[in-house]
């Protein structure tokens, strides 16, 4: 009796640890603290939660946040289907070519140790301070960490998988679809999580360097008038969206892509 209320105790607990509400109190305990620092310092330059969420709801309605929001949005989906693209193909091609892994693998190591900042700027040197510049400078920065990513899955394909298609004479397409991408598919999924990540806080510095609008943009501008109650109000409006995509996209992605370690043998 006392082991099968232990046992249920204990599955109780787990299933607790496991729900919304963690995360819930997480974020209730970093307001209060917020709040008590704020009420603490009476300062212009630490508002509390109150006149932060005051002034997002006022731009929200009579200011351009969602429209900066939408405009910082589509520079990251732009870039980030750029960079999946481009660096899923090179990598495929170097994982699985070793003589061209050895002629692009210096340029690889040079692109992952290049500062950002530089790609930027040198990106806004060379083609202007434009729209297709920011996007592949955002790009530029996430196709070496693909590359990597979809190189080493390429090299773990199960040769024995190829040998079966060769020996069912499959058409490259459908050897391509029913053999390799079903094992590059955790690889793929890797890519992604820490691409996406990446390039939410790259798109900032790019339109905060060169562009006329997106968070970034507002960022720097209420930094030179040090507001920072719109600093806050924008930085929080920007995690609310990340963490909106990370949990109703990303995380269900990843699940679906990584289902088949969970299903028994």
Do not use: C
Request: glycine share 8%.
């Amino acid at each position: 009796m006392s082991v099968t209320f232990a046992r249920s105790e204990t599955g109780r607990s787990l299933r607790l640890s496991r729900g919304p509400w963690v995360s819930l109190i997480s974020v209730a305990g970093f307001v209060l603290m917020w709040f008590v620092a704020a009420e603490f310092a009476q300062s212009r330059l630490l508002p509390g939660p109150g006149a932060v969420m005051e002034y997002i709801y006022e731009e929200t309605v009579h200011g351009n946040l969602l429209a900066e929001l939408g405009i910082t949005l589509w520079r990251v989906i732009a870039a980030f289907f750029v960079a999946m693209v481009i660096g899923s193909a090179v990598g495929l091609i170097m994982g699985e070519m070793p003589a061209v892994n050895r002629v692009l693998d210096p340029w690889l190591i040079v692109l992952l140790n290049l500062p950002a900042l530089v790609i930027i700027i040198l990106a806004y040197v060379w083609f202007g301070l434009n729209e297709a510049a920011a996007i592949g400078a955002v790009a530029l920065n996430k196709i070496p960490n693909v590359i990597v990513t979809v190189r080493e899955g390429a090299r773990s394909l199960d040769p024995g998988l190829n040998e079966m298609a060769r020996a069912y004479r499959m058409t490259p397409w459908s050897r391509f679809r029913n053999v390799t991408l079903p094992q590059l598919q955790p690889y793929f999924a890797t890519a992604s999580r820490t691409g996406i990540s990446l390039i939410w806080k790259i798109v900032l510095v790019v339109e905060l360097l060169g562009r006329p609008n997106g968070v970034g943009f507002e960022l720097h501008l209420n930094f030179q008038l040090f507001n920072v109650t719109a600093i806050l109000g924008y930085t929080l409006a920007f995690v609310a969206v990340m963490l909106t995509i990370e949990y109703l996209l990303v995380q269900p992605l990843e699940r679906y892509s990584t289902r088949w370690r969970n299903q028994p043998v």
